[in-house]
């Protein structure tokens, strides 16, 4: 047989239609195993499928409707038509993401691996935006509570409760709540976080209650990142624009004028 004789290929049976079948696509137990959609397919080509939701659909708020939700099939009961997934990631949308960044302000982000009490490995993503531009080590210091606060939340619970953290914003809570006392934020958000690995034996649970710990982190302020006296005590003074500073500048002033000569002629 000569070298250009072509190889045959083996062949590859055809799936027909009628051998598919439609399953239903359910939630994890901390999403309280609602229905997400239906699929079609066999059952070793659903398994490993990603479903998208938003969280909107299951808490039916508005204010949830940029954040993006990511299942995967990790088990297919053909017979009973059904499918379980876990929690693969989760991400706000772009457009959301850029309306937290304004002008003249400092992002302060961190990407880092983090491991739970039950062995789950989460890749997160958190930005923090301060309300005017900070000092460099200012940044340094707020990136540093970020990376204590989330690595310390991560070794107290398990999995399912780490993810209910992240998508109620508890999180971005603790991290506002311990970072603005270096400078003040106007956002505190964990943008995209993805799930890396599973451990042996790892099972779906139930969350148990709604409540979190306080974490605390020890800040240890240079002489540099202590904030001003005046943005410590008035913090809205950051937000008003010059003109109006300088237009109630002339007020006062105006008024001051005319108190003097009122008291001058009272004279």
Request: net charge positive; proline share 2%.
């Amino acid at each position: 047989m000569s070298s250009k004789a072509k190889k045959k290929k083996p062949k590859v049976k055809k799936v027909k239609w009628g051998d598919k079948k439609w399953i239903k696509i359910f939630a994890p137990k901390i999403f309280n195993n609602k229905e997400i959609g239906e699929i079609i397919g066999l059952e070793d080509t659903i398994i490993g499928r990603t479903v998208e939701n938003l969280l909107y659909d299951f808490t039916g708020k508005y204010s949830d409707i940029s954040l993006k939700l990511l299942f995967k099939v990790t088990n297919v009961n053909i017979e009973s038509g059904r499918a379980e997934t876990i929690f693969a990631s989760h991400q706000y949308t772009s457009d959301y993401i850029r309306s937290l960044i304004g002008r003249g302000s400092s992002k302060i982000q961190i990407i880092k691996n983090l491991t739970t009490k039950d062995g789950y490995i989460f890749r997160v993503t958190g930005i923090c935006t301060t309300i005017k531009r900070a000092r460099s080590s200012q940044i340094d210091l707020i990136r540093k509570i970020m990376d204590e606060v989330l690595r310390e939340f991560a070794s107290l619970y398990n999995h399912e409760k780490f993810i209910k953290a992240m998508i109620s914003r508890e999180l971005d809570n603790q991290i506002q709540r311990v970072a603005k006392t270096i400078y003040p934020l106007s956002n505190s958000v964990l943008i995209k976080s993805k799930l890396i690995s599973i451990p042996e034996g790892g099972e779906d649970k139930e969350v148990p209650d709604e409540q979190f710990d306080i974490i605390e982190v020890d800040v240890k302020r240079s002489r540099k990142s202590e904030i001003k006296r005046s943005e410590r005590i008035n913090v809205k003074k950051l937000w008003h624009p010059k003109n109006e500073s300088q237009s109630s500048d002339k007020v006062s002033k105006g008024n001051s004028s005319n108190n003097d000569s009122s008291e001058e002629s009272e004279e």
